[in-house]
């Protein structure tokens, strides 16, 4: 399709879509998602919740952040403003890639969402000041269901692109 292509990443389960925006003199239009393409790929097309997230300052960490049943989460992000690194990794027991990570770099530029069905934890690194995302979750969040893994797990080893000292949450140290 010509407005948007759907790839499958290394972990089973995610996907990048990527966008091809239509511009002409006026600026762009870009479709992030699109219902039929996303179904003849497999992907669940039901949204509960969409959030904007906000990060100021370059090199800080969101995450590892995951749910946990009856919560599990499927999620897409897409980078509205800025650039940033998502990482996800395979919390399903049962999966061939349990416990792989993946990233990829999401930016205003390159018109990429990340889809990632349930079972993954994510996370994030800013690359730029003033990063916006939109995101969307199939599922309702919960705090109780809520857990995280420490986004520096030496066993886990993601390469975060860090470029300076980490700014990070307590909750997330």
């Known amino acids: 399709d010509n407005i948007m292509k759907i790839n499958q990443r290394k972990l089973t389960g995610v996907y990048e879509i990527i966008s091809y925006p239509i511009n002409d003199e006026r600026g762009s239009f870009s479709r992030l998602f699109d219902e039929q393409i996303a179904n003849k790929a497999g992907l669940n097309t039901l949204w509960y919740q969409e959030s904007i997230s906000h990060t100021i300052r370059k090199n800080t960490i969101r995450g590892l952040h995951a749910s946990l049943p009856p919560s599990l989460e499927g999620k897409t992000i897409t980078a509205i403003k800025g650039k940033i690194q998502w990482v996800v990794v395979d919390i399903r027991k049962k999966s061939s890639t349990f416990g792989e990570w993946d990233s990829i770099i999401l930016s205003e530029q390159n018109h990429k969402t990340l889809y990632a ?57």
């Open 117 to 173: 069905e349930q079972g993954f934890a994510h996370g994030c690194l800013s690359l730029s000041d003033d990063c916006t995302l939109l995101l969307r979750a199939d599922n309702y969040y919960s705090e109780v269901n809520g857990t995280g893994i420490f986004w520096g797990d030496e066993d886990l080893g993601v390469e975060w692109e860090l470029d300076g000292p980490p700014i990070i949450s307590d909750r997330d140290r």
